[in-house]
């Protein structure tokens, strides 16, 4: 609309019709905000469906193929892969499915990844007190589904990262809010579909020592649930205590100090797993336990937010910096957290961006034979991990 004034001025004003639209948008904005970015979301993830990894390759379409040969669900007596019974029964279900194998393992790694964003908007909107669909549960639903690291990973690599962290997320969750049987429950999923959910265990005894408030026999939950989600392959004939030997024999899988990860050891780069692999391990134990015996000595509150979600992390941290044998996917959880904290706190954001970095050029060396792991990239990680767990001694002091 076009109003002419007295001094032969002409301005154009927003017409009845248009301001009613924009109004609309403006009181649906969250609404349209969240549909808008899931649908980026999968566009982003479709651009992907062609590509086959190494590992899709290698080993995801032979073991579809094996148990599509054995017959779907009878395969299940038998152990086909490294994966534990439960993503082994996906699979097996997969096999009744139409379609590329392809597609069905990225189809369901892209649904977690869905349920991953969601369940960190929800942990960011929790631990700073704001409601569902505001601001900072959109903001972070948006990074997290976006982030390059989080769409290479279902849609390019055809990995399940996503499903495990996805538990994590929900077990760091409903600990804050004290709701522990739910928090072991998602605990026992998260176990069920990778080892590597045993990262969180430091921070869960911290939180154990502080809170003082849970009791140690809820793990008997997890490992009930962890158990149990091996039901349908005990139906089919295989041993009751597979799920424990298949994680004891991933334990000795790979000897090699650090496998395309920014790991502490690439300082000392190629270094024998023999001499160094034992001493690793206790180093990483041992600053474990330095951390917790801070939280016993009552040198570090989990009763904020920021000081929960940041302690995680710097367990978790610690043990895919010094541990031998990391990959580079291990750090996927460790990049979701630094994300989650930032939200919380601004001065978090180098932190993330570091970690976030780092994962993504070593997706590249994999994915795209872009280069490899370097010297210096274990320097700037640890740099970067004694910068963060300094934060964590000089704000989470008690008064």
């Not at 002419?4 to 009613?20: A, P, T």
């Not at 094996?66 to 097996?92: C, M």
């Not at 605990?187 to 020592?209: D, R, S």
Request: a positive charge.
């Amino acid at each position: 609309m076009v109003v002419r004034y007295g001094n032969g001025q002409v301005k154009e004003k927003m017409s009845d019709i248009e301001k009613k639209w924009m109004d609309q948008l403006v009181k649906h904005k969250d609404l349209l905000f969240f549909v808008i970015i899931s649908i980026l979301g999968m566009v982003m993830r479709q651009q992907g469906r062609d590509c086959i990894s190494g590992d899709m390759r290698g080993c995801l379409i032979p073991w579809y193929d094996s148990i599509k040969a054995q017959g779907g669900l009878r395969s299940l007596k038998e152990q086909v892969g490294d994966y534990n019974l439960l993503y082994q029964t996906l699979i097996a279900c997969m096999t009744y499915l139409p379609g590329s194998c392809v597609q069905h393992y990225k189809a369901l790694s892209i649904v977690f990844d869905y349920w991953l964003a969601f369940a960190s908007a929800l942990l960011v909107a929790r631990l700073s007190g704001e409601a569902c669909f505001h601001r900072k549960f959109q903001m972070a639903y948006a990074v997290v589904l976006l982030l390059p690291t989080v769409v290479l990973n279902s849609s390019y690599w055809g990995q399940c990262d996503s499903i495990y962290t996805t538990f994590l997320v929900l077990t760091l969750l409903f600990f804050y809010e004290e709701k522990y049987i739910s928090g072991f429950v998602m605990l026992g999923m998260g176990f069920a579909c990778k080892l590597q959910t045993v990262f969180i265990l430091p921070f869960l005894m911290g939180l154990y020592f502080y809170k003082k408030n849970f009791s140690l026999s809820g793990f008997l939950v997890s490992l009930a649930v962890f158990w149990g989600s091996g039901i349908v392959a005990f139906l089919c004939g295989r041993s009751v205590t597979a799920p424990f030997t298949i994680y004891l024999d991933q334990t000795g899988l790979y000897q090699k100090m650090y496998l395309n990860v920014s790991s502490f050891w690439t300082i000392l780069n190629e270094v024998d797993y023999g001499w160094l692999g034992t001493f690793a391990v206790i180093l990483a134990v041992a600053l474990c336990g330095m951390g917790l015996y801070q939280v016993m000595s009552g040198k570090v509150r989990m009763d904020t937010g920021e000081a929960f979600i940041k302690t995680a992390a710097g367990f978790l941290w610690t043990c895919i910096l010094f541990l031998p044998a990391m990959h580079e996917r291990y750090t996927y959880p460790l990049d979701i957290l630094l994300i989650l904290l930032a939200f919380l706190d601004r001065r978090y954001w180098k932190y993330a961006a570091v970690s976030a970095l780092l994962s993504l050029t070593t997706y590249g060396n994999y994915l795209f034979e872009s280069g490899s792991v370097n010297q210096w990239n274990g320097v700037i990680y640890v740099v970067a991990w004694i910068s963060f767990m300094s934060t964590i001694d000089t704000s989470c002091v008690k008064k």
